[in-house]
């Protein structure tokens, strides 16, 4: 069933993030006094007081040329009012009313979609001026509220209850019972550093300009998810996909931003939920030691990865450039051989259906189990091909091994004096595994377990 969308509107720096995090019930949005952090609309599911409804969070409007970033965040939060049931237009009530509210409310008048002013920061006696002057905006009554301090809530819920709770009605009426639900939609995410084109990527995925792009390095700082879509080309079946889009990682010496700081932690949560993630390369600067960083994180958080190399269409020497980081990645990723390498194009579309179906084929892989005859099989062979070593003359007994998780895979292996079992024995097992059981290019872990001794003490 799809929830009623509410969403926030207003200057920059009044606290829509703040109200949109307790609206959710999680810090999700990017929070700091200095005016402008949102840039992208993010979507988060709300519930007030058994009200459920989709709110979204929009970047500060500002007076400011079309062209330029803050002009172009601006036509962001303009789209964003098409298919909204409400609007939030939220002010700062200790503030006052400033020309620039007044702009806003002008247009929002004219916008055929229903208005609820908040007076936001409305704790104490501080905000009863400015709750005063926002009358004049001729948008009604204003419903003071303390979004930090979760202040007015009450009174929110019964200003969106005429609007919401009648459309939800209707829609339980025809909800029915799924009994059949797919599996849940891939949840895929875009990683790498600044100015890669990851928004344009997704904007190119999605065919519309849903989220901000331009020249400048750095404009994504939440990590925004995207639901979406994507029919396969082949055989034409539609799968359900959350698309990631994360903020560019730098080095982390030149991180001394503290917002620049908030966008990689976000950026890194993101990768946590991902199931697969996409390492998005600029063609035109290769392969660096940041994105080898960035991929050894993503390895070791246990997420599926997938290489593309954007900008393919203005890439010199094509090949050599592949080929170079085909060697690169194989020479500086040991622990996962023969990772996904594609080319892409977020300009010409070039390579986009491949990668999304790359990602289905890796999640599979990545939450494959194995059934444990043909697990014990594989084991049985591994050992009489290699045996394992006999440090000091004493024999190292592998007893049996398990599969204990999927997502990634992960592997139990018991036996004696595992202590002493050589790292290179280690790999030669879970390069075996990959090989041999249809784990190719995802992170497989191997965990050693030994017996307690119970005459040790």
């Known amino acids: 069933m799809a929830l ?44 007030l007081l058994g009200l459920d409804f989709t709110v979204v969070d929009t970047a500060g409007w500002e007076d400011d040329d079309p062209s330029s970033l803050p002009g172009r965040m601006r036509q962001q939060t303009e ?81 969106l209850l005429p609007y919401l709770d009648d459309k939800q009605q209707d829609e339980d009426e025809f909800a029915e019972d799924d009994e059949e639900a797919p599996s849940g939609p891939l949840k895929l995410a875009i990683v790498g550093r600044p100015n890669a084109g990851k928004s344009t990527l997704i904007n190119a995925l999605l065919h519309e300009d849903r989220l901000l792009t331009g020249p400048e390095a750095g404009i994504t700082r939440d990590s925004i998810a995207v639901d979406w879509t994507w029919t396969d080309p082949d055989t034409g079946e539609e799968r359900p996909v959350r698309l990631i889009d994360t903020a560019g990682m730098r080095k982390k010496a030149q991180v001394v931003d503290k917002l620049e700081k908030l966008s990689v932690a976000d950026a890194r949560r993101a990768v946590d939920f991902a199931e697969v993630v996409v390492l998005l390369l600029d063609a035109t600067r290769g392969l660096e ?95 009489a091909k290699n045996p394992p070593p006999a440090p000091g003359g004493k024999r190292i007994k592998l007893r049996y091994i398990t599969q204990a998780r999927v997502r990634p895979p992960s592997f139990v292996l018991f036996g004696t004096r595992l202590d002493q079992l050589p790292g290179s024995y280690e790999r030669y097992l879970v390069n075996s595994l990959r090989r041999d059981l249809g784990f190719d290019s995802v992170p497989v872990r191997l965990t050693l377990r030994m017996p307690k001794n119970p005459f040790k003490k």
């Open 4 to 47: 009623p969308q509410v969403i926030i509107i207003g200057r920059p720096n009044v606290g829509k993030s703040t109200l949109f995090n307790r609206l959710v019930g999680k810090k999700l949005a990017l929070v700091d006094d200095q005016p402008g952090v949102t840039r992208d609309r993010r979507f988060g599911e709300a519930h």
């Open 79 to 159: 789209a964003s009012l098409h298919g909204a049931d409400v609007a939030l237009f939220v002010i700062d009530a200790r503030a006052g009313l400033t020309p620039l509210d007044e702009e806003i409310g002008r247009w929002l008048r004219e916008q055929p979609v229903p208005v609820i002013l908040l007076a936001n920061k409305a704790e104490g006696r501080a905000g009863e001026p400015g709750i005063l002057e926002s009358y004049a905006l001729g948008l009604g009554d204003p419903v003071p509220v303390s979004a930090e301090h979760g202040e007015g809530m009450g009174d929110l819920f019964e200003a």
């Open 289 to 383: 030691h940041q994105d080898l960083k960035i991929a050894s994180l993503v390895l070791e958080e246990g997420r599926a990865l997938i290489v593309a190399i954007n900008k393919w269409d203005v890439a010199d020497n094509a090949s050599s450039l592949f080929n170079g980081i085909r060697a690169a990645l194989d020479d500086g990723l040991s622990q996962v051989k023969g990772l996904p390498l594609l080319a892409v194009s977020a300009r010409t579309g070039k390579g986009l259906d491949q990668l999304v179906k790359s990602a289905f084929e890796l999640r599979e892989a990545w939450s494959k189990r194995v059934p444990t005859a043909l697990l014990n099989r594989w084991f049985d062979d591994a050992l």
